[in-house]
């Protein structure tokens, strides 16, 4: 078995979270505030769009209205988990990028104000505290 093959996914899960770190640190060393900036413009960018977008559509509209560049396009890694995990946007399939050799890319949709204010409303169940004797 090569070593390659005997990676585990919590490994391999692992080293894509290290670089997503290490890009996202690299962008804000050339310039501060990068991935807020980022972020900010992917919530608007999202907001507007009508159909689901690549990352790299929203990073040429986005560098193309005077979003800083960053210095490994990889940065943009940690702007789209974050905008995940605060449900600006899902995941809505895949598609063909020309800018990979017609390598499948993710695409994304923005998650409504309605959809997310029925995601922040889940009803939660609360554990019984027991009571205090008296």
């Given at each position: ?16 979270e290290?670089g ?29 769009r ?85």
């Amino acid at each position: 078995m090569s070593p390659a093959s005997s990676n585990t996914y919590a490994e391999a899960r692992s080293r894509r979270e290290v670089g997503i770190v290490r890009s996202t640190l690299g962008a804000e060393r050339k310039h501060e505030g990068w991935a807020d900036e980022a972020f900010a413009a992917l919530c608007v960018y999202a907001a507007r769009r009508r159909r689901p977008f690549t990352i790299e559509e929203f990073r040429l509209d986005a560098e193309r209205d005077g979003l800083t560049p960053p210095p490994d396009g990889r940065a943009y890694g940690g702007v789209v988990v974050r905008a995940l995990r605060h449900q600006v946007v899902k995941h809505a399939g895949w598609a063909l990028a020309s800018s990979s050799n017609l390598s499948p890319k993710s695409t994304y949709a923005s998650v409504s104000v309605k959809q997310r204010s029925l995601v922040l409303r889940r009803p939660t169940t609360k554990k019984k505290r027991a009571g205090k004797p008296s």
